[in-house]
């Protein structure tokens, strides 16, 4: 049975081989965010475009203040988006606002702080090297430099550097379309009054969320019987799709259907079984030329595996870098026994305040319990190959995203 490192290796080989860039789309800066880019950015200009001040105070020349205290004559101003007609010669200083370019001449900027105005004399009471203060121009960026790369997730950052270089509408990539697919006889839709037996339809719409978070588009198809027919006719339907994620029917039960229906339908099995808990029966295989993943559909393993398996081919899919897998590291507040020879994903909550942190296990009742998840903000990973986790040890967590 492959380690869920070997398994997810293998979702990631899989998925880049043969890989194209997703075709792209314009929309507005505004909507540009989570979305990946589908162009390279450059420079339209210097940045900065001129040499720049970082501080309110005075623009001079750093050799008439290598002796303080000296005084030195007062040109007139330049504020911000303003430029300074004249040049700064020997003796003299122009007074000068954050952002505003230095005038010519001038090669340090003092602080307002550092000075004394009387009239028009300026008493400086430190001395500067050349350049400070001061940012000089196509430093950060010249122009024509390449700034972003297709393939770039677009957060709050790239937001602000697409504004820069003054992209209004900006091309992404299309999302990958994932459809969405349960399986189950007792599984009913949410808004449907369950039986005594059965139960409501969480899967798809926590699938549908991770689908979202991960940059593709749900296609959300509902839920197949657990009967060949019908699961047959709703996997054709996924396959319409870049991805087809299932949930349930993986498991070694009477009515655990789905592989056998994906085998009529011709996939090659890449596994179909991994040494985690929860989440050990998990599926991914090749059909007609997609990808497919049999999660289980208990809620939890369906989560954990979507987000150790699915998520990354999902980036791939949607033409960013291979995500890797992001452990924090934290001290252990409880001892966690290991007595499974699988690599365990627990519910846990990550407290403390400043720079202390510790992680615990929550209590929980297995992999149906949402409820014990909710409680938790990341998952503690207890390694197949130890008997226990002790308390006060450094453990790996994976804070939760979303
Ligand atoms: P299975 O993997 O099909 O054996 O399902 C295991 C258990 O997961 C079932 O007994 C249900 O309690 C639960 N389950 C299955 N499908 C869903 C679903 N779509 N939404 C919520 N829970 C589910
Ligand atoms: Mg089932």
Redesign the pocket.
């Known amino acids: 049975m492959l380690s869920y490192q070997q398994a997810r290796e293998k979702v990631l080989t899989l998925v880049s081989a043969g890989l194209k860039p997703p075709a792209a789309e314009t929309v507005e800066l505004a909507a540009a965010l989570g979305r990946v880019l589908g162009e390279e950015i450059t420079a339209d200009r210097d940045y900065p475009p001129f040499p720049r001040s970082t501080r309110d105070g005075f623009a001079v020349r750093a050799p008439d203040i290598a002796k303080v205290p000296a005084t030195l004559r007062r040109l007139g101003e330049v504020r911000a988006g303003e430029a300074f007609s004249g040049s700064v010669g020997a003796g003299e200083c122009v007074q000068i606002m954050t952002g505003a370019p230095v005038p010519a001449g001038a090669d340090a900027v003092v602080m307002i702080e550092d000075t004394e105005l009387k009239a028009d004399q300026v008493t400086i009471k430190k001395s500067l090297l050349v350049g400070t203060n001061i940012v000089p121009q196509g430093s950060e960026a010249a122009r024509g430099a390449v700034l972003l790369k297709p393939g770039a997730c677009i957060g709050y950052v790239e937001t602000s550097l697409l504004g820069q270089v003054g992209k209004k509408r900006v091309q992404v990539y299309r999302r990958p379309r994932v459809a969405v697919l349960?399986?189950?006889d007792?599984?009913v839709p949410v808004d449907a009054v369950p039986g005594p037996n059965q139960?409501?339809?969480?899967?798809?719409h926590s699938m549908a969320a991770q689908v979202t978070l991960w940059g593709g588009e749900a296609v959300v198809l509902g839920?197949a019987r657990d009967e060949l027919g019908d699961l047959e006719r709703l996997v054709r339907r996924g396959l319409e799709e870049d991805l087809l994620v299932l949930?349930?029917?993986?498991?070694a039960?009477k009515y655990?259907l789905v592989e056998v229906a994906l085998r009529q339908l011709g996939a090659e099995f890449h596994f179909d079984a991994v040494a985690i808990r929860p989440g050990r029966?998990a599926v991914f295989a090749s059909c007609q030329g997609k990808f497919v993943f049999g999660l289980?559909?208990?809620?939890v393993?369906?989560m954990v595996t979507f987000e150790l398996f699915v998520a990354p081919a999902l980036a791939l899919l949607s033409g960013a870098p291979a995500p890797p897998l992001q452990f924090l590291k934290a001290r252990l507040a409880e001892a966690v026994p290991q007595k499974t020879k699988l690599t365990l994903f627990l519910p846990a909550l990550l407290e403390g305040k400043g720079s202390h942190v510790t992680v615990r296990a929550l209590p929980w009742h297995g992999s149906?319990d949402v409820v014990a998840l909710a409680h938790a903000n990341c998952t503690l990973v207890v390694p197949d190959n130890v008997s226990e986790l002790a308390a006060g040890a450094w453990v790996d967590v994976l804070p939760r995203r979303g």
């Open positions: 349960s399986t189950g007792e599984v139960i409501r339809n969480s899967n798809v839920n949930t349930g029917g993986v498991s039960g655990d029966p289980p559909g208990n809620p393993s369906t149906g």
